[in-house]
């Protein structure tokens, strides 16, 4: 079974400019999240879909956003990218079920801004 | 505030010394909780789920346990290629959805 895909693995873009990361989950998956992982922050919860609908948001501002298709893939964006937003961005699918609910993460994109 | 808390944060073993790592949590209702592996450029890797307290998971060298307020992961005579940083994360559900809270890690060494 294929795992999580995310694409780019890697961007270098200016501040101000936008930026759209692309999530593929694992096949059967329904729910997919998004976190941010800096040196200084660790990994923390950006929101998270299920079923087109974002369910979660993590404390994040509003220039962060994301969307789920119909095939499950979602999508975030970053808009009016800032020096602070350099980081390793995850995503995680999951079956949705019942609690305990894993999450199976990708390999991440590495974004810097400059 | 719910919080995940991980120490030590660093952790220096030399080839078959065992250790452990511990996890302490604070959250209202737990659902789950989470032990990740990460190497350096790569996402977490899924080890262990846990709900009960006294439950137990093994997996090689690997052995996490849960109480009511942390987790250890116990490392029995590790090898080089456990080094990694490892990561413990609850879920609260409810209005939380599926969303972990992370700890900042530990960062494993083993050294031949």
């Known amino acids: 079974k294929a795992g999580v895909t995310q694409t780019p693995r890697y961007l270098i873009k200016t501040r101000g400019q936008q930026v759209t990361l692309s999530c593929s989950p694992i096949s059967g998956h329904r729910s997919v999240s998004w976190y941010q992982q800096t040196p200084g922050q660790g990994l923390q919860f950006l929101f998270e879909y299920f079923s087109e609908t974002q369910r979660n948001k993590g404390n994040f501002p509003g220039r962060f956003s994301g969307r789920q298709f119909s095939n499950s893939r979602s999508e975030m964006n970053v808009s009016t990218l800032e020096l602070g937003d350099s980081a390793l961005y995850l995503c995680?699918?999951?079956?949705?079920?019942?609690?305990?609910?894993?999450?199976?993460f990708g390999p991440g994109t590495r974004l810097t801004v400059l | 505030e719910d919080q995940v808390t991980q120490s030590p944060e660093a952790l220096r073993l030399q080839e078959g010394e065992s250790s452990s790592l511990n996890c302490s949590y604070t959250?209202?209702?737990?659902?789950?909780l989470f032990w990740y592996r990460q190497d350096p450029g790569k996402g977490p890797e899924f080890l262990f789920t846990?709900?009960?307290a006294g439950e137990e998971k093994e997996k090689e060298r690997l052995k996490a346990t849960l109480t009511k307020k942390e987790s250890f992961l116990h490392i029995t005579a590790p090898k080089p290629e456990d080094s990694a940083t490892y990561l413990c994360a609850v879920q609260e559900g409810s209005n939380s959805g599926y969303a972990l809270n992370f700890g900042k890690g530990t960062s494993l060494l083993v050294t031949p």
């Open positions: 995680a699918s999951s079956f949705a079920g019942t609690y305990p609910n894993e999450q199976f």
């Open positions: 959250v209202s209702g737990l659902r789950g």
């Open positions: 846990l709900y009960s």
